[in-house]
Each structure stands twice: as C-alpha cells, then as structure tokens.
C-alpha cells in the first residue's frame, strides 16, 4: 500500500490474497478542521432489526408503567445498561384483516412489512418491500453491501405450506426486497464472514483451506505495516483493535468447523455454523458489527431462530421444544420456561449492544449511531396472539433516555415503520396496512 495524500479514503481497503479487508473509521481519513472532519462527527444513522420467533410472555415483557421511570421486567432486565437510548414500545399490532388472527407464517411476513400476506402455498407469494430494504435504498448504496441478512435455521429447502394455507417462504426470512421478492437469508458464519472480508469459493474450497488453517488475515500483514506507518497513535490504536475482533471471529469460525469436518456423516452440509446455539448467535451478532464497524453495511436484519422452531435449551435448563413451550396454556411451569427462553435472547442480544457501546465511532459509538429495533410477530404466543407486539428500540437514534410508550391500542406496526423511514429521510405516505404515524421519538 502507498499512502500518497495526508487523508485515507473512506473506502480505502487493505488487500491480500483473495482479500479486500474494508477500515473501519480513523482519523487519518478526516484531517482536522476540515469539513470532512466535521461530518465525520456525526456518522450515518445505521440500523438493525433483530427478531425472536413464537411470542413472549407479555406480561413478564412489558413494564407496568409508562413514561421515564418505568421498571425494568424480567426479560428487559439485560437491556437496562443501555437506557441511555431505549424505547419500549406497547400496543403494536400485526396486520390482522376482519377477525383472522394468524400463525407463525403471518407473523415473521408481516413483522417488517407491516402488512397481511397473501394466502398461497405456491410460488406466487406476495407480501410488502420491508422497512430494511426501504431503509437499504436510502443509506445503503454507498456502501458495499446494501443490507445484510442473518439468521441461524435454514429451512430454505422446504416447499409448500409450512403453515396451514401459507408458502414456507414467509417463514424464512423477514426481509423483503419487493413485495414477490423475500430475500434469503445466510446462517453460515463462514459464509458472512467472507462476503464482508473476502476469500469467497465454494463449500470444497473452503474446506480445503481450512486444512491449511490459514487466515486471510496473514496475507494483509505488509499491507498492514505500510498503513500504520502513516498513522497516528489512536488510529493505529482503532485499527489494532478492530483486526484483532476480525481475527477472533475468524478463530472461532475455524473452530466450529475444525469440529464440523471431523463429522462424516453429512460431508455435503457448509461447514462454518456451530452446533451451540449461543455461539452461532454471538457470531453473527459479532460479524454484524464488524460490518459496520467497517462500513460494509449500515443495514442489518437477523431472525435469531426461526417461527415453529423445536429447538430446546439445556444450557439454560429449557429441555422441551421451543414451539411446544409457547404453547403453555396458561400452565405455570411452562409459562416460567418460557419466560426463561425470552431473557436467554434477551441476554444474547445484550452482548451485541455492549459490543457496540464499546467500538469508537466518530464522535461517539457505534450504538450512539445505530437505530436497532428488537421484537416479535407474535405477542402471546398461547393464542397467537395479534398483538400487543413485544418492541423495544435501542440506540442513539431512539433518542435520550429510556422511555415506555404507549399507543393507542391495537396500532399498526406499519406507522412505527413509516417513524423508521422518517428517521432515515425515506418518507413514505403509507406503510403497509398503516394509519399514520406514531410518537415513539417524541
């Protein structure tokens, strides 16, 4: 690398062997006194939209009071560090058309778009361009990702009706690019990792550098040299730390798959995704914020498991299946678990925010110039219930302090989207089944 002017482009990439590593944002890119300098204070706005599938226990969700000095609940608890910038919001309901109340399937469709999807078990699914990739074609052309996708089930293999009248498709994924168009949705860390960092190939190349364990981090080490040359002492600092979490999450990577080619039982299976659910999540929560760390991408969805899901829990004493616990039928014990299944991703969730807190960026952090929004399709999940919507927004861009809010009931969630899209200066006059607008950044 040769460094020929005093300020380093935004886009400036560190190269090696089949790789483009993107920098996250330094000094050196934004000479002081300069009106760069000074837009580099004050980043864009990115923003997340994290899911958990099959409800919640409302009650156990949602604060008893509203206002500034509400109590942090049970399964909010793990979001308390973080009040500096957090919004709960009550009241929010799901696209429900006349007394329908819905399943799984209309609960991941209708999340981000705000709207009912169309009834079919056929290819000719139809639903809304969601708030993400209406958020994507705003802030999110400049970067070299659009928008990312994550999730940690796949079941794009499945065809058909998943759920009673309704494709499969609607259950695997939440992101939209247009109202035929769900977008896919990658859970093989391995995967992520090299579309942000490079090295791309298929399943067998893969596996076969994996045998050479060889990091695509080494072949950027006189890259890497040349730049901190012409750097200062916080720069050098920042870049330090963000190669070392990029080394960490490639570390565990080849640990998942160093266990995962030892299995030869299913040989044609990516390899790169954990068999621990906690680990597999924490992945892609630390890939999704080196992504924006790095400016790779500034929109990010994840559905952290995926609506019917039968996964069980043992780690945090849960052995029955998640679907299965939802369905409690007001029995206590189930209630409990089920309220333990809810904080577990909560706490998941809360790793990634402090994560964020923790990484400089510009003239704050990386959550200080996030909007991220967290919550369900589903209220009660007993009785399927429309709403009300478990939601809770977090980052600089829900503005100061912690608030609980309270809607009118049964508000569409399409109003609080048509919000998001406000924040981002995409204004849209209808979203999805949307009546107007709410007062969540009031």
Partial sequence: MFVTKKSLSRRTLLRGMGTALSLPLLDAMFPALTPMAKAAATPNLRFGAIYFPNGAIMLEFTPKTFGRDFGFTPILKPFEPYKDGLVVVTNLTRSHPGSQVGD??????????????KRT?????????SIDQVVAKQIGQQSPLPSLELATEDFSGYVGGCSPGF???YMNTISWSSPKTPLPMETNPRVVFERLFGEPGTSAERRA??????SILDSLAEDVKD???DLGTRDRARLGDYLQNVREIERRIQQAETRGISETAAPEVPIGTPDNFGEHVSLMFDLAAAAFQADVTRVFTFMMSRELSQRTYPQIGVTEQHHSVSHHLNNAQKMAQMVKINTYYAELYAKFLAKLKATPDGDGTLLDHSLLAYGAGMADSNGHASDPLPMVLIGGGAGKGARHVELPVR??????WRNVAERYEANVEQF???????NVFA
């Fill in 432 to 438: 999805g089944d949307s009546t107007g607008k709410t």
């Fill in 411 to 416: 508000t569409p969630i399409g109003n609080l």
């Fill in 209 to 214: 550098r994996l045998t050479k364990q060889r």
């Fill in 227 to 229: 730049l901190e040359r």
């Fill in 121 to 129: 078990e056929a290819e000719d699914v139809y639903a809304n361009t």
């Fill in 167 to 169: 494709s499969c498709s």
């Fill in 104 to 117: 799984h399937a209309v609960s991941a469709a209708g999340f981000l778009t705000g709207i009912w999807p």
